[in-house]
């Protein structure tokens, strides 16, 4: 990963804290030309390896300064969740804060949405009071597009999950904690397990990690797995332990008990038997192999409880530490006014 980003405050001192400052490497030119963050699939390596390298300086500045930076005091971010969430959402808000930006949290139960009012007229009416970015979840696949499109360029989108479709910044973030624990993941292999159909995590996470080079294995009931994932690149398996074999890391994907009433699998005691994920079957993969979940998880159910509080394995904690990190740089990158290119800013370093 490369580390060329610096951090530096014409306000304060480094030691004081500091503002993120991209100089020209790969990728910065590409961010400040970007509007939304949609997907994993249309982020170039060199956009990837941007964000990962300064998220590397957001965590070390979240973790190290109390107080907020100014680099986006100027901009509000709105949070509009259609569905539930604790993670995305308090990350967001917790990033978007920390670099100085006002965050709006829409009650959507309490908003004029109950009273028939679509998406993209909530979100205009965000826009004519002045928000520049809309952070978006919603059940309906495409709804993070749908948004991109009827605000034209007028604002930022981020998809924080659509449907079954995507959640860039959970791949990435995903991403960010496995390269704290290997410099590269390329020729790695990840094993994804689980629930792959209603899992926009999976599809996020195949689409990022095979444009970084990685083996990707994948493993659930035949019922969970859709049809079309061998052409994305992944290999399918219906048995757990050949997915998990000499497997760098594991990402065990929630099970989505409230669709399995509609019978996809026998049951969950059946789904438990044939692919949670315990220290026992975790011999298989490689040694020093790591487990991942994007949470919530059912505890008990995909993984064991005595694997999930093992910190030697599960990243489970780090994951939500480098969501914070993931989605200052993410934030920062779109909307900050700064450019790369500006003499300025190398200036400031
Ligand atoms: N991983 C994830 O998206 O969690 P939340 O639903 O809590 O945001």
């Given at each position: 990963m490369t580390d060329q980003l610096s951090i530096a405050d014409p306000h304060c001192s480094d030691k004081e804290g500091g503002l993120l400052i991209p100089c020209d490497i790969p990728g910065a030119d590409a961010w400040a030309k970007r509007r939304h963050?949609?997907?994993?699939?249309?982020?170039t390596v060199p956009e990837i390896e941007c964000l990962m390298a300064l998220a590397v300086k957001c965590k070390k500045l979240h973790e190290t300064t109390r107080a907020p930076i100014s680099?986006?005091?100027n901009k509000i971010v709105a949070n509009l969740f259609y569905e539930n969430s604790t993670r995305t959402r308090s990350s967001f808000e917790l990033a978007a804060k920390k670099l100085g930006a006002s965050v709006l949290n829409l009650d959507i139960k309490t908003s004029s949405i109950t009273k028939g009012e679509t998406i993209e007229d909530t979100a205009s009416t965000l826009v004519a009071m002045g928000v520049n970015a809309v952070i978006q979840r919603h059940s309906s696949s495409g709804a993070a597009h749908k948004l991109a499109q009827a605000l034209n360029d007028e604002v930022h989108v981020i998809n924080a999950g659509d449907g079954w479709n995507a959640h860039p910044t959970q791949a990435l973030l995903d991403l960010f904690s496995m390269l704290e624990i290997r410099p590269s993941i390329a020729g790695c292999k990840i094993a994804i397990i689980g629930d792959?159909?209603?899992s926009r995590v999976a599809r996020s996470n195949i689409s990022l990690l095979k444009k970084l080079g990685v083996d990707i294995h994948v493993a659930g009931p035949p019922t969970l797995?859709?049809?079309?994932?061998?052409?994305?690149g992944a290999t399918v398996h219906s048995r757990l332990e050949p997915a998990i074999e000499n497997a760098d890391f594991i990402i065990a994907l929630r099970l989505q008990i409230e669709r399995q009433q509609q019978g996809l699998i026998p049951s969950i005691g059946e789904f438990q038997r044939l692919y949670r994920i315990d220290h026992k079957r975790l011999?298989?993969?490689?040694?020093g192999v790591h487990l991942l979940h994007p949470g919530p998880v059912n505890r008990g159910i995909e993984i064991t409880d005595e694997l999930m509080d093992d910190t030697n394995v599960s990243l489970i904690s780090r994951q939500v530490a480098s969501g914070i990190a993931v989605r200052m740089a993410l934030l920062f990158l779109l909307l900050?006014?700064?450019?790369?290119?500006?003499q300025r800013f190398s200036n400031v370093v």
């Open positions: 963050l949609l997907d994993t699939a249309d982020l680099v986006l005091n792959i159909t209603h797995i859709p049809k079309y994932l061998a052409s994305l011999k298989l993969a490689k040694p900050s006014e700064q450019t790369p290119s500006k």
